[in-house]
């Protein structure tokens, strides 16, 4: 301003030139003057009398030289203003041959020098065109443009330059050139420009020239149309007269509507093609706008109307046509509302517009016209809310009826669909404003909302390249605010169409390089900031976004309209719009409704974009979580009189979403946690006084505090909120862990269930990293709130029916870990749901058990718990029972699914300890399981008057012994070989007494068997099945009473016994068990009262018998042999542990003579027999049994490649006992050879396991061998000389000290035989062998 002020004096009419130099001659000398003068009192000196001519001298000589500085101080600015002038004069010479980025620079540098220098670059503006009228007509429009440049910097211009450059305005504005309406634009420019400086002198003008009668001047209109569209131009106190002045002139143009010259110009004006037939000009645009104004003061009804008529008969191709005609109506319904709506409605009526709605052909010309008058009228409906206001809400019924009748049976395009939407936020956008629209119905907002969704569902899905979403959900936000409230059917479809809609889009970056790639991009609307919104006469109305663009695009100051192509900026632009009218449609659902079920229902329909597999998706419903949630806690809106609906899905889909590897959902994951907390801590601390609510006006105000605990005053918050308000804050600091703990925290059971419920429904998603998030998730609400769960059945179910599809190992581990925790306190209701699956036990439910059992306490609870259900075995019921027991559970399923399991678990490392410490348990629960398996094979007789079950039928009993038998059987023998009693499962091994379990009737003997074995063995486990056996001796179930007392009779031969019971006490219970119901049970008492035990005379007299059937052995009858001998084995065994004594020996030499005999029977019983006697013989005997022991080893031995199959069972089990009673090892080897194995590898251990002993040994069983050689069988004779062989290329020089010439010949006898035999491969083997013998012999000769 300094400067302005100071350049005032070089302002110079070019009338007055030299009065003006010497007024700034004048003001240089009287400025230095000053200075000088206020220069010279800075220093202050003594004043005294001698001193006071020199002042005076020194006076004198500064005026001369302050005269001299002046003079050439004056020169010196004169010289700088010319210098300035010839600067500024140059540039604007140049303008006229420069480019446009000279011209731009050029442009600037003046605009800095009119800063400084105004009214010298105003001056020598005028100048140049006063002094060079002949400049070409493109060099004059640059200069316009410059001027407007500095008018518009200077913020004062002197009335001298004001009238100067406005009658240069005036003069050029209706100036015909080669540039055409650029050239006249350009001059009206300036014009423009002035109206800030001199707005009453242009204003007058403006009335003056539009008042004349005759029709204004297109540049005119120009102006006016600028001034209408940027009110900016003027003053703040030139605006209100502005738009009087607008008024009044539309109301003395009334006549001119009677003028038919006149009235025919301006619907010229108005129908004109532009520069470029989509353009709509300022002056064009004007022209609607007065038209309208004018009609809206005629007072006659008809000339309103013919009017109207006229104008909508007009070509309706183009959009900037349509929407000048839409605005034209809209001004008219201001007063003439009845016949603008009855206009239109003959408008749509008429056969051109009927013609319009069909699909038809493009033909002519006149079809084109009329192919978009649908667009015009739904522009004019919206035009007609927004300026009718207060006078529209009876007809908003009736507009929204027509305007959806013509979205539904108008030819689709993007044409109408933005006319449609432009239309609707105009209609939307009057009934807001309207205080009385909160309380009245309105009867088409359901219809009018299927439109917006059908306008979204049929948006593309792989590219943004239009507002439309944006548009048709900012106008849903709207209605919100509407009546009657949308129902949740609606609502929902609602929400689902627009996430669909938005969330599906590719992503950002994808959608740019779609829309650069396509040959048109379409113009995208930006939505325009409030700085750019038309003002002044329009700023209540909401105008087509595309309208605006045209006037903004007319490019006032020098700016030109152009069409850009497709940017980024653009284009994100476009994408935040959309999202963040997601984020406001959703808020306003809050405001309208703020409850937690409402929140649900918004929620409820994020939920599958939050699990979508594709990470672009689940950022935006994220963020959308994240905006609302915000929202909420900064509004204080959210209804504190109910519970969060499903908080607990909410709060696990957060969480898992917080593992994201994207970091931007990860972080907003966190961030929406975070509000989440503050929501519910607020939901809790019910007892505050509630939170004032802001209403649906006040929804996008400022807010005081930003967040929903403040720093300030809290003496009015409850306990609660003062306790936790501390955490509010910190919990945005937490890991993703540490807030779930902390919101866990304050969850209640049933929230808690429900996020464990959403984390295991994350197990199975198809995306892997969801599937370990949820894993790591559950785990870490497991671990702190598993304690206090139910339903935990259910839980471990549900896990369980995952388990099988997740492929990462750590998320499997992770859900294994789980069960185990979960088992600390929850093991009864997890085995019964865990064994509904149990049946058969495949690896992953086997896995689960091994889980479920890891910690140690565990596994001992988890076996007893099945034992509880291995117990529970009724009998199913018959065929013929009520046929509504098939929908009751079958408790011998679970039963039959328990025996299954804890045949898997004996096998698991993790039950290993527990499976020992329950042995006496289990193992009675087997015996008596077999028993009830076999119970349920039974066949049951149909009662009387009942048919049978069809054949084809099988029973319950028969399938579930099919299930069980096996099963049971292979779980005693699991349970045995696993606990370290492989000894008595070798016993009933090696006799195939297995096969005894597997029918009711031999299940006596099988378990005595077993017994038996466990005596003989001197099982250390025999007290403790004994404390176990004798409660199920009173138990009610007829199969364990009976399974104990078979046990209890074979137990009385174990010196254990009588450390559990008394003599008198054993019995004593036998003797009850004579009262037993069952026959069976009655039978094995008595055989029980009979045992030596109680009988010491028995033995003598049993020992005392042997002898006689002894001489039995050898009768010609083969049964009556078979029968003496196992009449001795019986004998053997009833006297106990007291064994046949001196007479071992003899039995022993009897018995081992018929390992020979010609009779397979006989030699059966007889290795039989020999083994029981084997197994009766007590250490104090060994020393006389020895060596018959030893002589047995290898005739056993070479028995085992016996034809008969029982012959080969007894000389195995045989075998075995006396490799026991000689303490031979490896004893468990040697079973598993014996049991199992047949190959090469088996004879070779069992030759080695005899042949290199001891020398001693070595020659008995060689010798045995020998006399092989000379049985009856031929295939004995055979093994006995291929065993020979075999030891003598193991052993020849053992063999050659020990065989004779004699033995020899007879090698040779019987390989000679062998060459006989019709098997090529043992005619091979004997042919080698005998080559081999003869080299043997020849060398022992040698």
Known sequence: MNGQHSDRSHSRSSIDRPSSAMSHNARIFSHVSVSKKESSTCTEEPHDCASLDKESHAATTLLCRSKSSQTSLEHQFFMEEAYNSAICFKMLRDIGTSDLLQIKYITKKIKKMARTFPNLVMETIHDYFKDNPEISCRHTFQLFQVLVAVIGTLDVLEETWQKCFMRLALEHMTKSTELGDIYQDAASNVLLALCRHSWPAVAKHLETELLTGVFPHRSLLYVMGILI????????????????????????????????????????????????????????????????????????????????????????????????????VGLVAVHHLDDAWAILEQFGRSTPFKRSLQNFSLKNVEDLRWKWASSTILLSYGQMAAWAKNHILPWVDNILSRMIFYFHFSSWDETLKQSFLTAITMLVGAISRNEGAHSYEFSQTSELLECLMTLMEKEPRDMLVTSIRQQAIRIVSSLCALRPPMDVDRKSRLLSTCFRSIFILPQLDALEKQACLLTEPPNINVQVQPALKPRGLWQDIILSPLYVAGWRASAVLGRH????????????????????????????????????????????????????????????????????????????????????TRIGQLVATLGILCQDSDRAIHGCSLEALGHLYQLLMHQKARETPEVKRESPRDLFGPDADGTLWGSGDQKGSSPILRRMASKDHS??????????????????????????????????????????????????????HGDSLSTVGKMGQAIYHHLCAIQMPQAKDNALRVITLLARNHIPELVAAFLDFSSPLESHTFRLWRALGAEQPASYLILTVLLAWLQKRPLPTSVSSDSSSCDKEKPYLRSLAAMNTIHELQFAREFKKAVRDVFPQLFLAHLAQMHYILELNQPTEPEQGQKAPEAAMPSPQSLASLLGCSTSLEALKGLLSTTGHWHDFA??????????????????????????????????????????????????????????????????????????????????????????????????????????????????????????????????????????????????????????????????????????????????????????????????????????????????????????????????????????????QPRHTLFCTLA?????????????????????????????????????????????????????????QAVSQMISDKDIQLLFSTFKDLKKDPEPGIWDYATRQLSFLRKVSARSKK
């Not at 000009?281 to 104004?293: I, V």
């Not at 009218?581 to 649900?600: G, I, S, V, W």
């Not at 918004?602 to 939050?610: A, E, Q």
């Not at 059971?749 to 998030?773: F, K, N």
Request: aromatic residues 10%.
């Open 229 to 328: 569209s940027q009110e900016e131009l003027l003053k703040e106190e030139d605006r209100e007269s502005w738009k009087d002045l607008l008024s009044q002139m539309a109301r003395k143009s009334v006549p001119f509507l009677n003028t038919d010259v006149w009235s025919k110009e301006l619907l010229w004006a108005i129908t004109k093609s532009g520069r470029t037939l989509q353009e709509q000009t300022p002056d064009k645009a004007f022209l609607f706008t007065y038209y309208g104004l004018i009609l809206q003061a005629e007072e006659n009804s008809t000339t309103v109307r013919t009017h109207l008529t006229t104008l909508l008969e007009t070509s309706h191709q183009w959009a900037k046509q349509r929407e000048g005609i839409a605005l034209t």
């Open 987 to 1224: 016993h009933l091994e090696l006799q195939s007494a297995w096969e005894y379990f597997t029918s009711i009737h031999t299940y006596p003997q099988a378990v005595g068997l077993l017994a038996r074995a466990m005596v003989q063995n001197h099982c250390t486990q025999i007290k403790a099945v004994l404390g176990y056996l004798l409660p199920n001796l009173q138990s009610q179930q007829e199969r364990e009473r009976k399974t104990a007392i078979l046990l209890l009779i074979e137990f009385l031969y174990s010196p254990a016994l009588l450390e559990v019971l008394s003599k008198q006490a054993a019995l004593t219970i036998l003797a009850q068990s004579l009262q037993d119901p069952s026959s069976e049970i009655r039978v094995a008492s008595l055989q029980g009262l009979g045992n030596i035990l109680f009988h010491p005379e028995k033995e003598s007299l049993l020992q005392g018998q042997l002898p006689a059937f002894l001489n039995g052995f050898f009768q010609k009858n083969e049964a009556v042999v078979v029968d003496i001998m196992g009449m001795v084995s019986d004998v053997l065994h009833r006297l106990g542990t007291q064994g046949a004594g001196a007479q071992s020996l003899s039995i022993a030499i009897n018995t081992r003579y018929f390992f020979d005999d010609e009779q397979d029977k006989v030699r059966a019983a007889a290795m039989s027999l020999f083994g029981d006697l084997v197994a009766t013989v007590a250490d104090r005997e060994l020393s006389g049994m020895r060596a018959q022991v030893c002589q047995s080893m290898v005739p056993l031995l070479l028995h085992l490649k016996d034809q008969c199959p029982a012959v080969v069972m007894q000389a195995k089990f045989a075998f075995y006992r006396c490799a026991v009673l000689l303490r031979w």
């Open 561 to 644: 309209p152009h069409r850009s192509w497709l940017t980024s900026s653009l284009m994100q632009g476009l994408y935040h719009q959309t999202m963040e009218a997601l984020d406001h449609m959703l808020q306003c659902f809050m405001m309208q409704n703020p409850t937690t079920n409402e929140l649900y229902i918004l929620l409820s329909h994020l939920y599958i974009w939050l699990t979508s597999e594709k990470t672009h998706e689940r950022q935006r419903a994220v963020h959308r979580c994240t905006t609302l949630f915000k929202f909420l806690n900064n509004k204080h809106c959210l209804s504190t009189k109910e519970n969060f």
């Open 731 to 784: 919990i945005f600091s937490m890991s993703s862990n540490q807030a779930l703990k902390e919101i866990t925290d304050h969850l209640e059971m049933a929230e808690l269930t429900d996020l464990i419920w959403t984390a295991i429904d994350g197990l199975g998603s198809p995306s892997s990293s969801w599937v370990q998030a949820a894993t790591d998730l559950l785990l870490l609400v497991i671990q702190e």
């Open 1236 to 1292: 199992w194995e047949t190959g090469l590898s088996a004879r070779h251990f069992l030759w080695t396991f005899l042949m290199t002993r001891s020398q001693e040994e070595f020659s008995i069983h060689l010798s045995q061998a020998i006399k092989c050689l000379h049985s009856r069988h031929h295939h004995i004779k055979t093994w006995a000389a291929l065993f020979i062989v075999y030891t003598t290329c193991n052993q020849p």
